[in-house]
């Protein structure tokens, strides 16, 4: 079939498709700018304190300068040298100063457009826009970035890249669904969210980190943290345990308060929607309060949905909810598979059910696994702890260790014992429709429904005390996600026709039908 053009329509349509962009000259402003404020520390040391310059005060702040204007240098001529465009097969971009480098994205082979802006990029109305292909998986990065573009451009281009002209999120207090608009909104950013996310460990490291940061720069200025705060301990009369604990009760405090800092910033303004575009359907988040941060994720990738619940905080019923989908990084510490913040396990079965639909597979009761699983786990928790005491029988009789690090290893037995039941119940298994669930994990009981039609391959293998306890783990691999998901201490009997009924067809070449 032929279609018939003018000539001034042959003439035109190429140069406005094929014709080359730049990124916006307004990352030439924030650099300058953020190189000025690199060096705004530096200088109020100097003229305003009053310290005197040398290596070991001013070096924290001469290397804050340093990397302040490398980076607006590097920037600026990445603007100056690199230009993309949007064909109708492809996205292109050519950049580089003395090595120039050209790439090429076919269109239909995009998995995610990710728009991101930290706070001088929403100063200056910039975002970086990347553009994802499934290259995170293999390279740990998106195909290529653009950083950064006005508004405007990144909103046109990802419109373009997605098919999305039309769709808008609707305001806040309208309904979850709206047919007209082409969005159907799922869960929104709710504040009390915040007691899931500042108990736990990292409340100590985040202390850490920002004691270190205090300490360096009150040095900078003169000032020893450490001999200031052992001098009020002495002055107070406090021994070594009160100011131990101070210290400890302090760090935590100032742990939890950083964390809810962190989890307000990051999450403010949270919005999970289904996209219904001219290309399909996606899942779009955005988030952010200074730095904000927009995902949206294709459906058609999409190949099932995992909820974590960790071990400690598994009585108040945290979770995390993720995708199993391709094209996106797991690594990433913006975390795209993450459809909903960590919160509680009735917005992530919430969530599930509204991605899935109904009736949702991980919801669905899964059946307890053989008391041999549970007996397979009770050797290994009995075998390792008086396993370390064999070790430390000869030490302990010729005296090079003390007598308390036996008791150590004995008590280790009842918490390993308590451990193994705790891992046998998180066991489970089950194929519900299009979907093959699993479930285990001692520190994180992980749920996982995996489209059938995703399974590559499975892998069906016993080891020597499986053999003996007559179980199996049944391991089903895709191209997506972690890229493999087990179901532990399946009943041998049963591993088999549970595999091959996970992925129909799959195993039928290693089937031997009964005479």
Known sequence: M??????????????????WRRLSIRVIWVDLAQAILSLTPGAIAIWIVGVTPSVGNLWPLALIALLGLVGAIGDALRWLFTTYRLTDTEVQRRTGVFVRRSRAVRRDRIRSVDAHAKLRHRLAGLRVVAIGAGQQTSAGEAAFTLDALTRSDAEKLRDELLGAEHVCIPAEGTDQTDPVAGVELFARFRPWWVIYNIFTIWAYLTAAGLLWVAFWLASTFGINLV?????????????????????????GALGVIGLGVNFFTANWSFELARVHSDNGTFLRTRRGLFSTREVNRDESRMRGLTIDEPLLWRWIGMADTNLITTGLGLWSAEQPTALVPRGPISVARHVAVRVLGEPCPLTVA????????LRRRLWWATGIPFGAISLLAWPLWTGIVPLWTLWIALSLWPVS??????????????????????????????????????????????SILQRRLGLSTVSFMTAAGWGIYEAPDVNANEAFRFAAQAAPGLLDPFIEPRR
């Open 227 to 251: 001999s200031f705060l052992s001098d009020t301990a002495s002055d107070q009369g406090l021994g070594l345990g009160a100011t131990i604990a101070i210290i400890a009760v302090g760090a």
């Open 2 to 19: 032929s279609v018939m053009t003018s000539p001034a329509h042959d003439q035109q349509a190429p140069a406005v498709e094929e014709q």
């Open 366 to 373: 899964l059946p307890r696994h053989p008391s041999a699983a």
């Open 417 to 462: 014992v308590v451990c193994a039941v705790v891992a046998y119940r998180a066991l489970g298994h089950r194929i519900d429709g299009d979907y093959v669930i699993t479930r285990s994990g001692l520190f994180s009981r992980s749920t996982s429904a995996l489209r059938r039609d995703a399974v590559s391959t499975i892998a069906v293998r016993q």
